[in-house]
């Protein structure tokens, strides 16, 4: 809980004018992604010259607002990590505009961006993976501190709190990653990664690699930091199941681009887009009754390549109610009800 009591103005003694209305901060989204591109070179022969692009992010835009959580939703290979890296700008992007309270992360001198990026941090999938095998876990932790300039004994004291934020016990600390379970595992990766304080988190499919069991008690601890310290989060997953309990908003991804945004409730309800149909149709319905007769969309083929994808939408290849005119014309994101967008020429309304 944030509980900032209002404390009326002190007493000046001087009539001056009215202060301005305070600002709604609510209003102002704090990460505004607009028409990211991020392509990657493919390179052959003996003299590797660039025969082509992998297009894994082609036109991405996106806004998350202060202590909002943004589901992004999408098959293996869509782009999602492509664009966490690439807001971070861990990737440099091609094309676009990533801004964080209205500044340029684009353009951001290589001295703001150490800043910017204390403001936005990253979890990983593998949190096996993403975290030292030789370092102790109190040392995994306040790494960030201390290459931050924080004194070693500080940001000692540091890490043990936020250790015992996610969870952990004291004595954790001085074990290494091998010794921990998954979710152990990748509560140390959240624990890194809130040290330095950052207003955002991008997970990049932070329970993917956990047990069923564990993934909602790490959900609920993403949940309960998300209060404490006033985070927003986007959240990457490739089913739509994982985000639907944590999503404010929605978003799913085909092929490097946007085929739907809409609030989460909107977006289970009444999905608009025929692949956001058949992502939900794959998940299970708890009633059994509702659960036998309902009717599924399946999906048929894989993705195509993103280095050569198909002419006009997409996702017209493994659609099924596509026609003519989808082979021909991208079909822009439209706003099929407020604040509901999708990416068809023939949406469900
Ligand atoms: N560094 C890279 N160089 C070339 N291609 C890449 C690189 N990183 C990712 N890709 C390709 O970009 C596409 C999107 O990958 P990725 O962002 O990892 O998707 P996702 O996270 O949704 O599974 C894939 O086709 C992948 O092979
Ligand atoms: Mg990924």
Known sequence: MTGTASMPPANTGSETAPLPPAPRPDDAPLLEVNNLVTHFPIRSGFFKRTTGW??????????????ETVGIVGESGCGKTTLGRTILRLIEPTSGSIKVRGEDVVAASAGRMRDLRKEM????????????????VHDIVSEPLRIHGTPKN????????????????????????????????QRVGIARALT?????????????????SIQAQVINLLEDLQDRYDLSYLFIAHDL???????????????GKVAEVADRDELYASPGHPY?????SAVPVPDPDVELTRERV????????????????????????AVAKCADEDPPLAEIAPDHWVSCHFPSV
Request: with cysteine; hydrophobic share 35%; aromatic share 6%.
């Open 54 to 67: 992998v297009k894994a992010v082609d036109g991405v835009s996106l806004s998350v607002k202060p202590n």
């Open 121 to 136: 941090q990253m979890v990983f999938q593998d949190p096996y993976a993403s975290l030292n095998p030789r370092m102790p």
């Open 154 to 185: 500080e940001a000692r004291d540091r890490a043990g709190e936020y250790l015992d934020a996610v969870g952990l016990l004291p004595e954790h600390g001085n074990r290494y990653p091998h010794e921990f379970s998954g979710g152990q595992r």
């Open 196 to 212: 330095l304080e950052p207003d955002l988190i991008i997970l990049d499919e932070p329970v993917s690699a956990l047990d069923v």
């Open 241 to 255: 199941s994982v985000v639907r309990h944590i999503s404010d908003r929605v978003v799913v991804m085909y092929l």
């Open 276 to 280: 956001t149909q058949a992502l939900l």
């Open 298 to 321: 399946v999906l048929t083929g894989d993705l195509p390549s993103p280095a050569n994808p198909p002419s006009g939408c997409r996702f017209r290849t493994r659609c099924p109610i």
